[in-house]
């Protein structure tokens, strides 16, 4: 490792912050147990229900829009080698 690859204390550094993968993994299950709420809730025919979960979705998906391009930013993230 070089220099600049780790901190001043000595520890090493990476590129996404341990919180932003927290909030990209919370938000993905939450997608799928909402994403589970909506079908059952539009098959009971349940239209409250489904507008607030649709509107959670939206939250939700913002919120991991805004983990994933912080991560962008700061470099990290899939890049092609081909």
Do not use: H, N
């Not at 147990?33 to 939206?58: H, K, N």
């Amino acid at each position: 490792m070089t220099e600049e690859q780790r901190s001043p204390t000595g520890k090493p550094m990476v590129e996404a912050t341990p919180m932003d993968v927290i909030r990209v993994r919370i938000a993905s299950f939450a997608l799928v147990f909402c994403f589970a709420v909506l079908v059952l809730s539009f098959v009971g025919r349940i239209w409250v229900l489904t507008a607030v979960v649709v509107a959670i979705m939206a939250v939700i998906a913002i919120y991991m829009a805004s983990a994933v391009r912080k991560q962008k930013r700061l470099g990290g993230g899939p890049q092609s080698r081909g």
